[in-house]
């Protein structure tokens, strides 16, 4: 809670995933993906309540041990093509008694293990503090748009007309992407023609790329157990 408005934090963790079976239960660092989510939700001092959304009995036994509230998701909100925004509408409709279109809904996804407390802790007071609908994470662009191509007719064109892709990036404008590790949105903000979870006036908290992984597929669970070891080696010295 953070000056009388409760902070609800969803974790949405399908059961299907045909990159990595079981991708969200799968170790990483010797623990199943989905609770490095709940555990960065734990640490933070200003979180109420964190509820697992999955179809999954097997994910919410893992994180009913690990102290979340499960929420069964219908199946119609967990196929391939099924949108996270469909999936807080249903999370918010079912907790309308609980919730005041003044409180925040938090969402973490699972596949971003390596984002902090801090992190989250940042978004959750600048949506406070300036009055916000939205917050949500970016980390510098993997691809600035400046040289992003399209081929039509297998001829190569510029996808942004007028751009000179060839100069270097110091002269390149700085470009972010988001990178789905924090989003956290009003309540009242949600309705039924929202889209996505950058709404109304927004703001931005910038995190760095080694705390940016989101996890899609093995080998990012091989950069991601890099990156831990070399965290853990960090701070070990």
Excluded at 9 to 25: D, E, F, H
Excluded at 64 to 87: C, F, H, M, W, Y
Excluded at 108 to 132: A, F, H, N, W, Y
């Amino acid at each position: 809670m953070i000056n009388g408005k409760k902070v609800i934090a969803l974790i949405p963790a399908r059961g299907g995933s045909k990159s990595v079976p079981k991708k969200n239960i799968t170790l990483l660092g010797n623990k199943p993906l989905i609770a490095w989510s709940i555990d960065v939700a734990k640490a933070s001092n200003f979180i109420d309540e964190i509820i697992v959304s999955t179809d999954c009995s097997e994910i919410a036994n893992v994180a009913t041990k690990l102290g979340a509230r499960v929420q069964v998701r219908p199946n119609e909100l967990a196929g391939d093509t099924s949108l996270v925004i469909d999936t807080i509408r249903y999370v918010i409709s079912s907790m309308s008694r609980e919730l005041k279109e003044e409180d925040y809904l938090l969402l973490l996804e699972p596949t971003c293990p390596l984002r902090s407390v801090q992190d989250v802790e940042g978004c959750i007071k600048m949506i406070e503090s300036k009055d916000l609908d939205s917050v949500a994470t970016f980390k510098e662009a993997d691809l600035n748009p400046h040289r992003a191509w399209k081929i039509e007719s297998d001829e190569p064109i510029n996808f942004i007309d007028g751009v000179i892709p060839w100069l270097p990036r110091q002269k390149l404008p700085q470009a972010y992407q988001l990178n789905g590790a924090v989003y956290i949105t009003k309540v009242g903000a949600i309705n039924e023609e929202t889209l996505g979870l950058v709404v109304g006036k927004s703001g931005a908290i910038i995190m760095p790329k080694d705390r940016s992984i989101d996890i899609d597929d093995l080998t990012d669970f091989i950069i991601a157990e890099t990156l831990l070891k070399k965290r853990i080696e960090k701070e070990g010295h």
